[in-house]
């Protein structure tokens, strides 16, 4: 098809220039970006406009329970997306409201470094045309670096910014904050999703939607509606009384705020089964990775998913087995899902980390469990 497509010069778009040119035919165009939090943020606005009756236009990256998938299609002006910048790809599109959730360094096998990161990240938030918004964390350094000069950037964070959080309380891992825009008090906030990075979200997603001009209730109470996200500290179920849940985290900065609010949760043991993603990603946060993976009480790690990537770094899981004391590198999934139903117990939560196919793990682990109930 494309060998025909160049032949007969038939014009050919990327996903993100469609994207873009979709994005033209609306108002208000919200883009959300980041290394972390896109799916999530996104899937939170998209959950406060529909409690709003805002009839909006959503692009998700992950599955959205709320609609059934990732995809929805709206009457009104306002067009909600992830934005993600491997490949410069978020570049090609025509936001008016812009939010920087964080920058860190990743998708090395096309940024050289962090500053070539930063670099993308403020032309995407000079894409923003004059009259628009550019909402950015302010607590999030690299943020700050790259947007470093620029006027107009509305700032939000945990307890800085024009948007922050005060009165933060805790139930089991599970917030209860008041929101703030310029110390005024906005929409009273529970969630439904545990975690300090959550909390972090439902703050950038709630400022854009107040300069939406939502109204609070509606704010808060699409956020309580929340439940997150496909992928997303997932409940797969239960196996012989363990806990097993689904995670889609891929980076350290990623694994560490999962791995820090499970351990919130009150569980016995945090039995981790991590799937690296990508060679490159792999062997360039190599140190970063070995330190957040002595987190869990157990780590077993399945091989490397290539994804679009052949080894040209020489790494392996058992690379990092080698260096996180008590690590496993399983051969494969059925004998990974063995080792998590042997160890399975009352007061365990098992988690099955990575961007690959790790997933089907706990899915089988949980059919185990069920058919051996039987």
Partial sequence: EYACAVEKGIPMLTRAQLLGQIMRNYDTPIAVSGTHGKTTTTSMISQILLEADADPTISVGGILPSIGGNIRVGQSETFVTEACEYTNSFLSIFPKISIILNIDADHLDFFKDLEDVEHSFRAFADLVPPGGTVLANGEDENTTKALEGKEGVLTFGLETGNFHAKNLTWDHGFPTFDLVWDEKPMAHITLQVPGEHNVKDAIAAAAASLILGIPGNAIAQGLKDFRGAGRRFEFKGKVKGAAVYDDYAHHPGELKALLDTAATLGYDRVICAFQPHTYTRTKALFPEF????????????????????????????QDLADAVPGAKVAKDFEELTNWLYDLAQPGDLILTVGAGDIYTVGEALVRRGQESAT
């Fill in 290 to 317: 070995v330190q957040v993976l002595q987190q869990p009480d157990i780590t077993f790690l399945a091989e490397i998913f290539a994804a679009r990537e052949k080894n040209e770094v020489g790494i392996t899981s």
